[in-house]
Each structure stands twice: as structure tokens, then as C-alpha cells.
């Protein structure tokens, strides 16, 4: 059973470009989470998602970010107009969600590295 | 708002040493809580969890106890190997609400031959 993929691992922009992060979660799994971890630091939440539902995105900066989780295909982290701020790893997790209460565990991608010149 | 603090690091040890890796934790409610694993250049892994009070999670020989008294949720592992040079984070995920982790700022061990 394959565990959550992420693609690219290793990306490099230049300031004003874009990024675009992409996350397979685990099979039989609907639900996403992307988290932000700056060097040296813990993970921050960012955005969770259903497919084709924004759930939570109180972590999300108000610009330049963008995220979704189509019916079918990936989930994509976009990032519009990057600044060496943006420099970071990014992690997403997948959870089966199985029922309507309680906490299912998030398992983790291996992260894109996202380094902005 | 939740939080989770760690002790800071880094922790270095010998091997065969005892570890303990302090986590404690504020919420609102009842968390479920987790310690994950994240070795050099990889994602985190996770290495247990505890759901509710009193409950013990264990892994590779690694212990944790959720302590509700003391909202604490302490790693252990009795006899540490080199291979367990990473860092940990400590975070909990409430059932309700905002089901996003909550991580604390890590603590790297590094332990010695």
C-alpha cells in the first residue's frame, strides 16, 4: 500500500514565479492537510481539505496561497508570486476520516523543499 | 488557542542511555495526542499516540502516557541506539472542530556510539 506521494521533492523559483506542490494521499484515504515547515521550526497547519471542499483554511496566508482537492487527481498547494519567505518544506498528510467524530491519524508525505532565489 | 510545548534541544545521550523527551500541552476539551518521528531529510513519521487519559502508547521501544492531571505527554525509551538520532515532535488533534495538528517546536536527539 503505497503511502502519501508528494511531487516535486526538491523545487527551486525564482522571486514572482510560481509554485505548484502536489500530494497523493494514501489509497482509501479523502482527507488532506498541508503544513508549512520553516528551517529549524515546527510544522504550522495550513489547509484541509475533502475532495472538492475546503474544510479549514485558517492557516493559509490571505495571498498569494491557494490550495485544492479535485474529484479526481491530486491535491495542488499553489503558490502565486513567490518570496524567499516562501522558502520552505512542505508537508502534506492524508486520513481516512472514517467517521463523523473522533480523530483518525494524519500520515505524512515525504514534503517538497521548496527553495525561492 | 492549543499549544504544545517540548523541551528544547538539542538532547544528546550515549547509547544505552534513558531518554526522556518532556511534552505538555494546552486545549480546550479533550485532545487526542501524538509523537512523530522526522529523520534527516524525510517526512514524519509517526511513532505512537494516546487517544485518551491514562492511555499508554508504545513503539519500538519507546513509551508515552497521557497524563490529563498534568497535561503531559512525555516520550521514553529505556535504552536509546544511534539509529534513533532524529528529531521529535510532540502534537495533539482535537476530535471536534479543527481536526489539524497542533505541533510543537521539535527537540533533535543525537545520540553517540
Known amino acids: 500500500n503505497a503511502g502519501v506521494m508528494q511531487n516535486p521533492r526538491h523545487l527551486v523559483r525564482r522571486r514572482g514565479q510560481e509554485a505548484r506542490l502536489r500530494c497523493s494521499p494514501m489509497k482509501g484515504h479523502s482527507h488532506v492537510y498541508w503544513y508549512r515547515q520553516l528551517p529549524e521550526e515546527g510544522l504550522k497547519f495550513m489547509v484541509y481539505?475533502?475532495?472538492?471542499?475546503?474544510?479549514?483554511e485558517s492557516g493559509m496566508p490571505k495571498e498569494r496561497f491557494s490550495a485544492e482537492f479535485p474529484k479526481e487527481g491530486p491535491s495542488i498547494l499553489r503558490i502565486q508570486q513567490v518570496v524567499r519567505g516562501d522558502s520552505a518544506a512542505y508537508f502534506c498528510?492524508?486520513?481516512?476520516?472514517?467517521?463523523?467524530?473522533?480523530?483518525?491519524?494524519?500520515?505524512f508525505g515525504p514534503g517538497t523543499r521548496l527553495t525561492v532565489l | 488557542g492549543n499549544s504544545v510545548t517540548q523541551m528544547e534541544g538539542p538532547v544528546t545521550l550515549s547509547e544505552e542511555a534513558f531518554l526522556t523527551i518532556n511534552c505538555t500541552y494546552t486545549a480546550t476539551g479533550y485532545p487526542s495526542l501524538f509523537w512523530y518521528v522526522q529523520y534527516p531529510g524525510e517526512g514524519l513519521q509517526l511513532l505512537l499516540k494516546a487517544t485518551k487519559a491514562d492511555d499508554k502508547g508504545s513503539n519500538k521501544g519507546f513509551e508515552a502516557t497521557y497524563r490529563k492531571e498534568t497535561t503531559s505527554f512525555h516520550l521514553e525509551k529505556g535504552s536509546v541506539q544511534v539509529s534513533d538520532s532524529a528529531v521529535y515532535f510532540c502534537a495533539l488533534a482535537m476530535d471536534t472542530g479543527r481536526r489539524a495538528l497542533t505541533f510543537g517546536s521539535g527537540t533533535r536527539l543525537q545520540v553517540q556510539p
Open positions: 498528510a492524508s486520513s481516512p476520516m472514517t467517521s463523523a467524530s473522533g480523530t483518525d491519524t494524519q500520515y
Open positions: 481539505l475533502q475532495k472538492e471542499n475546503i474544510i479549514d
